[in-house]
């Protein structure tokens, strides 16, 4: 009896031991992936589809969304400690050199290779793919694309008989005429840092101006920047009085209230403008492609956001199933409904879509011929753009001369770059 | 038998514990502070020291490689011959001068003024706890709001007394700063007056009858006894505010993020623009401790106030 006690307890754990690998297999709980996202409006679109991406794969995933500057702080510190604490990262298009240079996030391209018809890559805008691109190599998927337009009062433009300007002089003489009771023919953000910085950028854009040259050093005092300064500290005059502590929210504030008749703007923004619980000109403004200088190359600023995967995630496989489904041209039609914003050539030719945001024609246009590069994409930029974000406040608010302002920021520039 | 029993364990456990009590008895108190001093070492101590060791590194977070470079005293000088950190120190100072000065001159007044038992008072005094129990981001953005030069209340009615507000009070580097420290007066002079009131209502009235009785005005009653009476715990008050005006960072970064131009940077900014926005972590250490020298003579000063005016006791 004993013997067989014994022979039946040895096979028992025999068989437990054996089936124990396949049991695990079978019954391995699908990943939790942690996405952290900028607070913006796609990032609505996320956590709402993120409940579908579960019941399709199984695979949940976690949404946390941050402000711009705590999302930056966090995603450092989770890179440099390698603490792994998100499997994904949304990553503003600025960023991309260095979180790729410093090898944060998980080289993508291997991947789209491989899905590349499954993914339609061709779909995606060619300049879009700057969004996460960096040197050859895709770090991040681009998510959410946002053009640079001129959005503007199209009933009191046309009631004064001005044409949306499609030179730097048409502008100038609609700001101009624009201006005067109790109207401003333009507001742009002045305050110090990155708000007046990035402002002035699609100034300098218009101009034909960069921000380096072609060896990809500094060229911030170039000619052509010191006409956009001048040209962006003159427009101040046109501008509401308080526009030199303006940051995003109270230039779009002022464009919204009917006060100021023109501003230019990321594209993610129109639907606010066309928002009348937001909105005082939903029914009368309109945007088109911002107006270039005689003679420069026509080049429309791109930004946007991106979505990659932190290189210490341990659930890279399921990050990269997620990112796929998310950018996939089957969800995307519902992931623009709820906020986000295109980067696909179908998305902007959807008549679905196109019927709900009509302006998508005017920013497909726009990503046609766009430049992500018109903020660059290097690991110098933060510091690049908070040194503008001190002088070009200096020069709007005549504490310097433009060129003074542009002297000194070059100075400051050029040993960020070891010269 | 039981009994007999436990009364020998209770004695051997006795015996066991002496020993045990006779090392605490020798320890003293240090048992009983052991576990905030636990929490000083790790939450202050640590901190500051690990802090000063890389202040003399060059240390960049966002550098791939990781490396820290022994600068030895680099990162102070550099601090030193910083444009920037000069003219934050400087704005940083003046805005303590102004901003604990008014904050003093206000609080003492109001400590005066509610210290007499009137109809209102105590609805008055609760009400005076407003403005601190707001969170200081919340302050910030309501008073951005109301110095917006366009639609501000504070413009507006600037404008409709006459007053050219130009670009408003926080586009003008002339008023920008001032604007500043009149957040920081409304938010924290209630505070300082809140702790003056305390003071003059535990000094006794017998001196003051005394006071009364040898011809005294009340203008002298209050300069020769109560103010004098007072010293210790507006030299407290002083402290406190100093300390954290020179930590000022909230409004700053929420009404003007440093500007127009240089106007209104202060040292907290800069260094957590340096430290927390570039990862220059060496470099932010090492204002981080120009910081601390420079509360620590304030501190000093004060110390030394008291000293002279023998209120110490």
Partial sequence: ?419 | MGEYTGATADRSAAAAARPVAKWLKRLGLLPWAAPALLFMLCFAFYPLGYSLYISFFNYSLTDPTQTQEFAGLANYLKAFADPAFRVAALNSVLFVILAVGAQTVLGLAIAVLLNRDRPGTPLVRTLLLAPLTLTPIVVALVWRALYNADYGVVSYYLKALGVNVGRGPIGEPSTALLALVIVDVWQWTPLVALMLLAGLRSQSADLFEAAQIDGASGWQQFWCVALPLLRPILIVALLIRTMDVFKLFDSVFIVTGGGPGYATEVMNHYIFKTGLTFFDMGYAAAMSNLLLVLIGLFTAVYFRAIGQLGVTQ
């Fill in chain 1, 1 to 419: 009896m004993t013997v067989w006690r014994a022979t039946w307890l040895i096979l028992v754990v025999f068989l437990v031991v054996a089936l124990l690998p396949l049991s695990s297999s079978v019954a391995q709980p699908r990943p939790t992936l942690n996405l952290v996202s900028m607070s913006d409006r796609f990032s609505g679109a996320l956590t709402r589809m993120a409940p579908d991406f579960e019941r399709e794969t199984g695979i949940k995933v976690n949404v946390t969304i941050q402000s711009y500057g705590e999302l930056y702080s966090r995603a450092i510190a989770d890179f440099v400690g390698r603490t792994g604490g998100a499997d994904l990262y949304t990553v503003d298009i600025v960023w991309t050199g260095e979180w790729g240079e410093n090898g944060y996030l998980a080289d993508l391209t291997p991947m789209i290779q491989r899905d590349r018809a499954a993914i339609a890559y061709d779909d995606v805008f060619p300049a879009v793919w700057k969004l996460g691109g960096w040197q050859g190599k895709q770090y991040a998927f681009p998510l959410a694309a946002y053009a640079g337009v001129l959005a503007y009062n199209k009933k009191v433009l046309t009631d004064m008989g001005i044409k949306p300007p499609r030179s730097v002089p048409e502008f100038a003489t609609a700001i101009q005429k624009l201006t005067g009771d109790g109207r401003y023919g333009i507001v742009m953000n002045g305050a110090r840092g990155a708000p007046c910085a990035q402002d002035w950028m699609y100034h300098m854009l218009i101009q034909g101006g960069s921000i380096l040259d072609k060896d990809g050093l500094p060229a911030l005092n170039s000619t052509a920047n010191v006409r956009a300064l001048t040209f962006f500290a003159d427009m101040f005059k046109y501008a509401p009085p308080g526009a030199t502590s303006y940051a995003w929210g109270d230039r779009e504030l002022a464009f919204r209230s009917g006060t100021a008749m023109m501003q230019i703007a990321w594209s993610t923004g129109v639907r606010a403008h066309r928002d009348p619980a937001m909105s005082k000109v939903a029914t009368i403004s309109d945007i088109t492609t911002l107006p270039q200088a005689a003679g420069a190359p026509t080049r429309y600023p791109l930004g946007g956001w991106s979505i990659g995967i932190n290189r210490d995630s341990p659930n890279k496989q399921a990050a990269w199933e997620f990112i796929k489904w998310i950018t996939s041209q089957r969800v995307r039609r519902e992931f623009v409904r709820l906020g986000g914003e295109p980067i696909r050539r179908s998305e902007v030719s959807d008549p679905t879509l196109l019927a709900e945001f009509p302006w998508f024609a005017m920013v497909g246009k726009s990503f046609e011929n766009a430049d992500g590069d018109f903020r660059p994409r290097i690991r110098q930029y933060p510091r690049i753009q908070d040194i503008l974000g001190l002088e070009v406040n200096l020069a709007i608010t005549g504490q310097k001369s433009p060129k003074a302002a542009l002297d000194d920021a070059q100075a400051k520039a050029m040993p960020l770059f070891g010269r």
